[in-house]
């Protein structure tokens, strides 16, 4: 990398400050030239920046020499007053001076590529930038301190001790070490296999507080499932009527319960319509009913079970809604929640019910060995080569071998330590520029 890369680390805009970042072997160079050499590394020193005898702006500007800076090459930071001109004036100077604009994470891949971090920790950078909620930013900082990495060492380390006693019985068959070598193995693999499989099972819980918990409303036509979703956002988000069927689409809408980041659906009333335009209502509402994280039964006085009954699982929560205006019939092995939004009842219990269940599924004592979908694919493919490895170890060692090896790649290929241009794309697009 001989480019030197500089961009903008503050959100566009007007403010009080804005700083550029620099990175790249020629940073040292270009702080001279604007007036700004002489620095001491990581201190703060006030210089008044200028280029082609045109002033810029006076600046606090920071050095930090490599390998100790977040890119690991020279680096450094002008913090200029945020104004409009000022922001493009220093951006043109430095562009005049033969620095390009950094592509979006083209800070942290460097950092990656030098070694400063690697590619779970990158991630664990963006996924800090975005984070909206205490448990997103709780669990993004324990990846960037290298939890996620240190659990899939952790893996890693009992693949290659397997590999290591088999390709011990393949490549030294002669030697004196002891009869049927590889089946030692098999006790480190049944292990980890697993260890790998109560983290494939447990992989929702890092991607939904990372991405949401969805909850979904559903039940018959008029059950009170809109006033309640009106109710829970704190807000005239949906219309309310009288009329069956006022509910058309999926409504969606974001929120923080608890701490925890949750996309909350209203959706049409689950019945049979002859109305293509309710018929279609009725589709995403069971489309989104299938795929929700909890799925909230609205039930109004008088109805029956419905078309509702076959989408809810055990563990769902049953609202018995309008109770102002009577008793609806509970369900067998569901817990049961009585609410009445025109009287202001039940709604806390309702919240603190929803709280619980938030930190149930979503906390733990031990850090979520998937924050993103695409460790769960790469956990997905190192279980499968165990298998088969395991599989493999009485009857074909050399099989076994190339097995243990296809998982120890896949689980390397999450922290970047067997890194390809594709990965690398898919992690690095999605991050902001100057980051």
Not at 10 to 30: E, F, H
Not at 88 to 114: D, H, M, Q, S
Not at 360 to 374: I, K, N, Q, Y
Not at 419 to 435: A, N, R, Y
Request: hydrophobic share 45%; aromatic share 4%; with cysteine.
């Amino acid at each position: 990398m001989t480019d030197t890369i500089f961009a903008l680390a503050t959100p566009p805009g007007r403010g009080a400050i804005a700083i550029l970042r620099v990175s790249g072997p020629g940073t040292d160079a270009a702080l001279s030239a604007l007036g700004a050499g002489d620095l001491k590394p990581r201190q703060a020193s006030l210089r008044d920046l200028s280029h082609d005898g045109r002033p810029i702006d006076q600046a606090l500007v920071l050095r930090f020499p490599a390998p100790n800076s977040y890119t690991g090459e020279d680096c450094a930071e002008l913090h200029l007053h945020g104004g409009r001109a000022v922001i493009e004036a220093a951006g043109e100077a430095l562009a005049a001076l033969g620095l390009r604009p950094a592509e979006p994470g083209e800070f942290t891949r460097r950092a990656f590529e030098n070694g400063r971090m690697d590619l779970a920790q990158a991630e664990a950078v963006a996924d800090l930038i975005d984070a909206e909620t205490a448990a997103q930013a709780r669990q993004a900082l324990g990846q960037l301190d290298g939890a996620l990495s240190q659990t899939y060492a952790g893996f890693r380390r009992d693949l290659l001790t397997a590999l290591a006693l088999v390709e011990a019985e393949i490549d030294f068959p002669d030697e004196d070490i002891p009869d049927q070598l590889a089946r030692t193995a098999g006790p480190v693999l049944d292990r980890l296999i697993a260890d790998l499989k109560a983290a494939l099972a447990d992989a929702r819980r890092g991607e939904r507080v990372r991405e949401g918990y969805r909850i979904v409303l559903i039940g018959e036509t008029n059950a009170g499932k809109s006033s309640l979703f009106n109710a829970l956002v704190a807000r005239e988000a949906a219309i309310v009527t009288p009329i069956a069927g006022t509910t058309r689409d999926v409504l969606d809408a974001d929120l923080i319960i608890g701490g925890y980041a949750v996309t909350l659906s209203d959706t049409a009333g689950l019945r049979a319509s002859d109305d293509p335009v309710e018929a279609e209502g009725v589709r995403r509402a069971r489309a989104r009913a299938e795929t929700a994280d909890l799925r909230l039964w609205v039930r109004g006085p008088g109805d029956a079970e419905g078309d509702a009954a076959a989408f809810v699982r055990p563990d769902d929560l049953l609202v018995l809604a309008k109770s102002d205006l009577g008793a609806a019939a509970p369900a067998a092995g569901l817990e049961t929640l009585t609410v009445s939004v025109a009287r202001s009842q039940g709604l806390a219990a309702r919240h603190d019910w929803i709280a619980a269940r938030l930190a149930r599924d979503l906390s733990g004592a031990d850090f979520p060995a998937v924050t993103r979908e695409r460790h769960r694919r790469r956990l997905g493919e190192a279980l499968a080569a165990a298998e088969a490895g395991r599989a493999a170890l009485d009857v074909a060692p050399e099989m076994a071998a190339a097995d243990l090896r296809r998982a120890a790649d896949a689980l390397s290929r999450v922290t970047g330590a067997i890194g390809v241009e594709d990965v690398l794309g898919e992690v690095f697009s999605t991050f902001c520029i100057g980051k």
